[in-house]
């Protein structure tokens, strides 16, 4: 019953979730730290903030677009999330119902954009591009 685990990443604790948990009817991910603490994040905003290369290239271009209208046709990106993988012991990997998988979300990151009160009294900040 022991598993060995090796512990490459010299990161603090406070950055290991316990507990990943999708939920899909209130339509957010909860991640439950190592330390206790609790944070909810809108599947929305994961998508939103989605840190793969693709994704970070068509935020900069929506933001250069805002002003003609002309573009704005396109379907929003999906937020329904499809599954969500473990990457190595760092970060997780969430696949979207239209086949997207790329975004790599680091728990360190995740844990600085933590949407409560505490941690992000005005909101969370973006993801960090690493
Ligand atoms: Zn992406
Ligand atoms: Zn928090």
């Known amino acids: ?23 899909r009817t209130a339509g957010e991910v909860r991640i439950t730290w190592a330390d206790g603490h609790v944070s909810a994040y809108s599947l929305r905003w994961l998508r939103a903030n989605c840190p793969c290369a693709s994704c970070r290239e068509e935020r900069r271009e929506a933001v250069l677009r805002t002003e003609s209208l002309s573009l704005s046709a396109l379907p929003p990106p999906s937020a329904e999330i499809a599954g969500a993988e473990l990457a190595g012991n760092y ?3 969430f696949e979207w119902a239209d086949g997207h ?3 790599i979300y680091t728990f360190a990151a995740l844990r600085a954009c933590c949407p409560c009160e505490q941690c992000n009294p005005n909101g969370p900040p973006p993801l960090l591009d690493d």
Do not use: L
């Not at 010299?10 to 979730?17: A, E, G, I, L, N």
């Open 1 to 23: 019953m022991t598993q060995t685990m090796t512990h490459t990443m010299t990161q603090t604790p406070t950055h290991r979730p316990k507990d990943i948990a999708v939920d």
């Open 91 to 93: 970060a997780v990997r």
């Open 101 to 103: 998988a790329s975004g």
